[in-house]
């Protein structure tokens, strides 16, 4: 009996083990074919792995960031615009003082704490006007669009500490490891592991049922937006720190751009959850996203910029076609469809027979 | 003790509560009327050609007001899409490669309505047959579309973008055209919206789309015409972005797809649809939009901040207007818990 239950144990963890891994090893192995098809190399050097590692962060973060909100209904259109505007405020407090490796990380910090207070404008917003946050994010973009473009003067800003980030992080591949897996675990302690996260679950789950057994909403609310703020600060950092500059000419919903590349992961992120935790899937599609964004990379003189988009698109698709029609791509692939399609014709057949026997 | 309630109370408050929603429904006229005011006023203060200012705000105006007449169809079954702005762009890019390479303009407009009615049924298809989120598949075929129209523009066009001769669509820059034009259109969306039962029924859906399914009503055949709807509307923006601009580049239409959202919730239409929807919401929310931020900018302007100062400040006292409009507008609408 023993025996079997580990056996049974041994089956359902190499079940969780092959889901969870079974993406990003998929697109490891396609990319690497990719790549050696054409003589290039996925990672070159030790820049090219503080890129992907950079690159992995941005994504997984902002997919963190853009699951919170939507997964309670929550259609948040600022993650773009407070990721810009809280690293634009850190560098400007920090423009006075030198361009040093120390200053990077007050940046980081300055980063976090005004992503967070912004987070916390946009969650109030919603709670005390109490229309649908859809629309409050609409104008919380326009907000935070207006006063970054006023601030940098409608300009690309780089030199100075965005130089200083750049070559902070960029020699130093390390950090960037440590902030994926600081955030990583702060997600999983703050949403799993503590009384927050158990009541952000249930009024997920039903909005009012757990108001109406006492779960404080307001609060719940304003925390995931501060959390969201905080989580898009740090997406701004590292933005920074991949290209040395900050964009501060978005106005009209320019800066909406930064969250659509988080859509594919999350939906991959989402189903490697189903095999282990989706906070885990979250960093894993980000970093098989990661992967794709080298290859491109690597291709740069083929593949252009339009083209990557069509691709990274085209995916998104196919794997929410997936997701959507998971029963029948089983049965396509089993050959149960076509059996359900011949019993279908038959009994249609079948029935005609009898109406014109009849 | 029987609880007898006082017919005169009730009845007042049934007044009180009628009252305050017919003037609900009366603010986004009133404040087009305001703005509108306050515009005429701020121009004529300054100095400047009232007659050429009202073109600019037709101008703007006119491209915004028919993409989202069309897309109100869409909005309606709780749907909404924002990948109207790169079909736009697309249609825009089509159509100026189409009568470069054969110089008929019929063709032209007719190669335009196609691909503005594809594009809106290709994200139909695949919201309806492959039942994938409508969102997403238009955050999708946002990307496509542009990075499509993009790639035609950099691989046919120069570095300014592609180019129509103005003559083509020139003589549709007129402001009387435009207004004809948009009145037509909207009469047109009027009447099937309040007047058949395609917005009946897509109210219904937009409603409570369970209990419409069960009536029979088949929402895979009401998102085909509200896509249809607004793929025609892209299609005639398209046509009046390259009567007055007939250069067409990457940033072409680009906040389009955005800039409804604002302009239909603008026009006091909630935007998860239903009964309460409005085609006329497009107009005056579009045009309440265009003349807020120009009224904002020479304001700003005259009180001594520069043009690249002032179109941030005016995007946020727009947003903070916006916001505030939205906030009169759903006080009759307020339920215990936050809104999703």
Redesign the interface.
Known sequence: MKQLLTKQKAKEIGIRSAGTLAIPIVFAVVLLIACAVGGKTMISGVSGFSNFLIYAGIITITTFALSINLGSGRFDFSLGSMAVLSTLISIRITSSMPVASSTAIINLLLCLMVGAILGAVSGSLYVLLKIPPIITSLGVTLIFEGITYSIASGKYINGGEAMAIYNFMNNNWWFALIIIAVVLAVMIFVFDHTKFGRNYTALKEGQKVSVNTGIKEIPNAIVCYVICGTLMGVVGFLSVARSGGLDGRSLSFGSIGIMFNAFLPMFIGGFIGRFSNDKVGYLLAGLSMSMLNSTFAAYINEVTTSTQSIINAVLLVVFLIYLSNEQTCKDLVTGKLFKKWYIAIKTKVADRKARKGA | MVNVKNPSSEDSSVKKYKFKNLAITLLPIVALAILFAIFCVVVTVNDYNLELYLTNVINRGTVLVLVATGAIFIYTLGSFDISLGASTLLCATVGVLTYNSTQNVFLTIFVMLAVGVGCSLLSSV?ASV????V???T??????L???A??LI?SNGSGNGLSLPKTVFGSLDSPWIKIIFIAVWILICLFIFNFTKIGRREKFLGANPFCAKLTGISMYKYAVIAFVMAGIGVSLGAIFTLSYSPTVNTGTA??IG??I??AI?FGGM???GGPRSKIYASLIGGFSYVLLNLSLNIILRMIGVDS??S??????I???F??GV??LA?MNY???????
């Open positions: 695949l492959f039942r994938i989120p969102f997403v598949t955050v999708a075929m946002m990307s496509v542009s990075a499509i993009s790639q950099i680009s906040s955005m800039d959202l604002v919730v909630p935007i998860s690249q100062g179109q941030g400040i005016t995007q946020i727009s947003a903070l916006f916001l939205v906030y759903s307020r339920v215990k818990n936050l809104p999703r």
